[in-house]
């Protein structure tokens, strides 16, 4: 099964909105930790924002916020305020504490395009 | 400073060199990380070093040869590789292994196999 399923391949959002990437996550363990990274064509990949499986506040850096819905196993990302840069992919990823080797594992991306 | 730096950025060999890709972080970072990612496609995790001794082997071939000489470096040595090999190899650490923070990538290696 996978464990990181990010359902949206591609994203359009017009500058200046916000948006909201959806991932979803299947774990077992109780110690985990949730990111995204953003991944622009230079291929350089950049941490966004993380939140631990224990914390009871969303995460937020910036224009970013992560929506987590511990029940619902989701860890949706928010970029508010779009701009022309944040066109790129984004990742959504995992680390499992317990069983999973501490291992960070990826979804399949969501492409975001921003458009003027 | 939360800067992992790879070299080189870009990489041609043939399919009988021998060559390696650099990857160095001042951060005190003691799990460091080889990552494979083809076009469209997201990174695959290839090793894992966790105090500088390798903790993880995701079944790569050995034509694909890591090395960490000390906390700070970790290298990835290649020889015969295959055009299927052709891809960007990322670089990763993190705080620890034993810990569920955010790991940091480098900029990447493109390697292209001729």
């Known amino acids: 099964a996978q464990k990181i399923t990010q359902t949206q391949p591609g994203m359009f959002v017009q500058e200046k909105e916000a948006v909201t990437l959806d991932c979803t996550y299947d774990?077992?363990?109780?110690?985990?930790?949730l990111f995204w990274y953003k991944q622009p064509s230079s291929g350089e990949m950049i941490f966004l924002i993380y939140?631990?499986?224990?914390?009871?506040q969303n995460a937020t850096e910036g224009r970013y916020s992560l929506n987590f819905q511990k029940a619902r196993k989701s860890a949706n990302l928010v970029i508010s305020a779009s701009q022309l840069g944040d066109s790129a992919m984004y990742f959504c990823?995992?680390?499992?504490?317990?069983?999973?080797?501490?291992?960070?594992?990826f979804g399949a991306g969501t492409r975001l395009f921003v458009k003027a | 400073d939360t800067e992992v730096t790879q070299t080189p950025k870009h990489l041609v060999m043939g399919m009988t060199n021998k060559k390696s890709l650099k990857c160095e972080q001042h951060?005190?970072?003691?799990?460091m990380y080889w990552y494979k990612q083809k076009a469209k496609k997201p990174p695959e995790l290839m090793f894992v070093?966790?105090?500088?001794?390798?903790?993880i082997n995701e079944s790569v071939p050995s034509r694909f040869s890591p090395e960490c000489p000390n906390s700070s470096l970790l290298n990835l040595h290649l020889h015969a590789l295959q055009p299927e090999d052709s891809a960007l190899y990322l670089c990763?650490?993190?705080?620890?292994?034993?810990?569920?923070?955010?790991?940091?990538f480098g900029q990447g290696t493109r390697l292209t196999v001729v």
């Open positions: 070093y966790s105090y500088e001794k390798l903790s």
């Open positions: 951060m005190g970072h003691r799990a």
């Open positions: 990763a650490s993190s705080q620890g292994p034993e810990t569920t923070g955010e790991a940091f």
């Open positions: 939140q631990g499986s224990y914390d009871e």
């Open positions: 990823a995992m680390r499992e504490g317990d069983t999973g080797g501490f291992k960070t594992i």
């Open positions: 774990t077992s363990d109780q110690s985990y930790g």
